[in-house]
């Protein structure tokens, strides 16, 4: 059973590019989520997806930032108009969707703006 | 307050000694506390998770000790090996969003 994947492992952007982050979750899970970590810090929660709809997206900046997770395909996260600021891997997880249930993440894309 | 406080920092073990890696929250509705363990280069992995109905869980050479009335947790490595060295971190829960520590970065000596 494949882990959860993610592609690409490493992206780079020039300033004011768009940067798009896919995810496809473990077989047989429903919901994704993603998170960003800084380096030398922990992960921060972004956003919470089931199939074709946004649970949680508490962690979201409120702008340049989008994500789904369609009825077929990966789940994406898009980040508009990127700034140095935005440079950061970016990790999905996924879970079954049961109730209390562990989160697996996948390695990362590392994406860095120039 | 969602805020995970995870300590210390860094820290050095000899090998075949004992990590501890301490964690401390302060909303009391969390009801799932996890520990990570990453690689660099690499996504987190969970090592052992508690839940508040229980003070200790054990598996293997790691162990989980929770004080539900001082709000904290720690994670215990036995008998420390160099392959432990990694980076580690605790995270609380409630629902489905993890509120993650700021990490220990675990170096193990021979």
């Known amino acids: 059973n494949a882990g959860v994947m993610q592609n690409p492992r490493h992206l780079v952007r020039r300033r004011g590019q768009e940067a798009r982050l896919r995810c496809s979750p473990m077989?047989?899970?429903?919901?994704v989520y993603w998170y960003r970590q800084l380096p030398e810090e922990g992960l921060k929660f972004m956003v919470y997806?089931?199939?074709?709809?946004?649970?949680?997206e508490s962690g979201m900046p409120k702008e340049r930032f989008s994500a789904e997770f369609p009825k077929e395909g990966p789940s994406i996260l898009r980040i508009q108009q990127v700034v140095r600021g935005d440079s950061a891997a970016y990790f999905c997880?996924?879970?079954?969707?049961?109730?209390?249930?562990?989160?697996?993440f996948g390695p990362g894309t590392r994406l860095t703006v120039l | 307050q969602q805020q995970v406080k995870q300590s210390p920092q860094s820290l050095i073990v000899q090998k075949g000694g004992i990590s501890i890696i301490n964690c401390a929250y302060e909303?009391?509705?969390?009801?799932?506390f996890p520990w990570y363990q990453q690689f660099p280069g690499k996504g987190p992995a969970l090592l052992i998770a508690i839940r508040p109905d229980v003070s200790e869980k054990k598996e293997g050479r790691f162990t989980i000790s929770f004080n539900k009335s001082a709000k904290q947790f720690s994670l215990h490595i036995m008998d420390s090996q160099p392959g432990d060295s990694a980076t580690y971190f605790c995270?609380?829960?409630?629902?489905?969003?993890?509120?993650f520590g700021t990490g220990t970065r675990l170096t193990i000596i021979p």
């Open positions: 995270a609380a829960s409630m629902g489905k969003k993890l509120t």
């Open positions: 997880a996924s879970s079954p969707g049961l109730a209390g249930d562990t989160q697996y």
């Open positions: 909303n009391t509705a969390f009801d799932y």
């Open positions: 077989k047989g899970h429903s919901h």
């Open positions: 997806l089931q199939k074709e709809n946004i649970i949680d």
